[in-house]
């Protein structure tokens, strides 16, 4: 089979990849591990403010934008929605906390996304006695509905391999890559955390950062809003919600662990006044980097080898231009910004 491209990984990164590469009629093949990876166990907010430190996340309002033109025009063309708008309430713990929220929705940079006003009427199931501030403007991608719809509809079945990787079954030649029965111009990974075993990429500084998720079952509970304290609360549909995340920069492995599954309870209890039950438990890496960036580029000694990856919590917001720039700089020799280019780390990372 002769393509373009072989596309690794068939997360946000890989399916933002695929869909630049389709509006500019490239071919490609995409060799996706048959376990979900941290997209898939994701909740999918689209949110440009931190609202642990009251910052504005990297880029995020044009970041924002953009990705929202991005998944509508997806929306058009599989037939479905995946954007559901919905405000997050965030609750407050202290008159601190009530005071930090004015103060910053006060700036210029927060006053489209938080209200000012601290909302003090709370729903009788959640613990919120000093009530809580709204950021607007805010959702949910529903990440798996969308990659399953993407693949289904947009990908030849023949096109997409579900399997891992095999690094002994590639090749690179002067002038094309080889992979079992597949030979393409280029070949682009992304892979998520697992791009530390990825024998050409594995040297760039991509930590990962392990979370625990739960998926439960709250007949009740408010789905009005994304609710947020320690943790987060995202109504699902049918009365689930996914809570999480915790975080863990030591462990490695994509496991859901005990010790995570205990914090999330242990402060889902004091948000919640009413009963709930558990009816999964995940636990994921997050592909982060050193410098809260992601990792955009090509391998300085073979051309051939490109990645996407690196996009951490923010994989929404983030992956759409990430993939324009990538498809920019492989097939337009447009240089990537220096702030998301592998080349920001040392030569010898690769």
Known sequence: MKVDVVLVGFGLAGLAVAEQLRRAGKSFVVIDQPQPGASHCAAGIYNPTILKRYTMAWEAPALLDQALVFYKELELVLGALFLHPLPIARVFSSISEQNQW????????????????????????????LGYGQVVGVGRL???????????????????????????????????????DISANHIIFCQGATLRSNPFFKDLPLRGSHGDMLRIHAPGLDTRHIWKSRLFVVPQGNDEYWVGASFNNQLKEPI????????????????????????????????TVVDRRPLVGTHPADMKLHLLNGLGSRGVLTAPQMSVNLYRSIFENISLPDTISITRFAADSC
């Open 102 to 129: 004015m103060s910053a929705s006060d700036q210029q940079q927060f006053k489209p996304y938080l209200v000012p006003k601290i909302q003090s009427e709370t729903p009788a199931e959640l613990n919120a006695p």
């Open 142 to 180: 529903a990440i798996s509905e969308l990659l399953l719809a993407y693949r289904k509809q947009l990908i030849p079945a023949s096109h997409f391999r579900e399997e891992p990787f095999l690094y002994k079954a590639f090749k690179s030649k002067a002038k094309s890559i080889i992979y079992k």
């Open 256 to 287: 859901p662990t005990e010790e995570g599954k205990e914090w999330l309870l242990t402060h889902l209890n004091r948000l919640l006044t009413i009963p709930f039950t558990v009816i999964a438990h995940l636990g994921q890496v997050r592909p």
